[in-house]
């Protein structure tokens, strides 16, 4: 009994380290962070910015407060104004990392054309294709 359970907690320790359980906690930690970042920025910028004539003129001391016949607008209009800032900004990074991997890709193919030996045998084969086209056609030229 002692063994089966010993093989399941190793079983378990090997899907915690290698499986990729660490880069997705990693991942949602910063996807938090990211998300309270977003917030401040629609909550404390640009609802400042470009909302307050609006919640102004509708009596409304901020967006979260803006809930006319009691529906929650407000709160409805950021959540949906963070998420079109979240996806632009993931769009933005992922952009960047494709044009990053392709110049990558770019230099390393420029590299290996630069270091690639230079075939002895191919060489020689194409100066003596060179050389005998040359004969064909001064002989040809000499009617022979």
Same mark, same amino acid.
Request: charged residues 20%.
């Given at each position: 009994?002692?063994? /089966?359970? &010993?093989?399941?907690? &190793?079983?378990?320790?090997?899907?915690?380290?290698?499986?990729?359980?660490?880069?997705?906690?990693?991942?949602?930690?910063?996807?938090?962070?990211?998300?309270?970042?977003? $917030?401040?920025?629609?909550k $404390?910028?640009?609802?400042?910015?470009?909302?307050?004539?609006? #919640?102004?003129?509708?009596?409304?001391? $901020?967006?979260? &407060?803006?809930?006319? /016949?009691?529906? =929650?607008?407000?709160?409805?209009?950021?959540?949906?104004?963070?998420?079109?800032?979240?996806? #632009?900004?993931?769009?933005?990074? #992922?952009?960047?990392?494709?044009?990053? =991997? =392709?110049?990558?890709?770019?230099?390393?193919?420029? @590299?290996?054309?630069?270091?690639?030996?230079? $075939?002895?045998?191919?060489?020689?084969?194409?100066k003596?294709? @060179?050389?005998?086209?040359?004969?064909?056609?001064?002989?040809?030229?000499?009617?022979?």
């Amino acid at each position: 009994m002692a063994r /089966g359970s &010993s093989g399941f907690w &190793s079983d378990f320790w090997k899907f915690l380290v290698q499986g990729n359980v660490i880069e997705l906690a990693v991942a949602v930690i910063i996807g938090g962070a990211f998300g309270k970042i977003i $917030d401040s920025l629609v909550k $404390d910028i640009i609802t400042p910015i470009l909302l307050n004539p609006a #919640l102004t003129a509708a009596g409304a001391k $901020d967006l979260e &407060s803006w809930a006319p /016949g009691g529906i =929650k607008w407000g709160l409805f209009l950021a959540s949906v104004i963070s998420i079109v800032i979240i996806a #632009l900004v993931i769009f933005l990074l #992922l952009r960047s990392v494709e044009s990053a =991997k =392709k110049r990558l890709v770019r230099r390393q193919e420029t @590299e290996a054309e630069e270091v690639a030996p230079i $075939d002895i045998a191919t060489l020689n084969q194409q100066k003596t294709t @060179e050389v005998l086209e040359r004969l064909a056609k001064a002989l040809e030229s000499r009617g022979i």
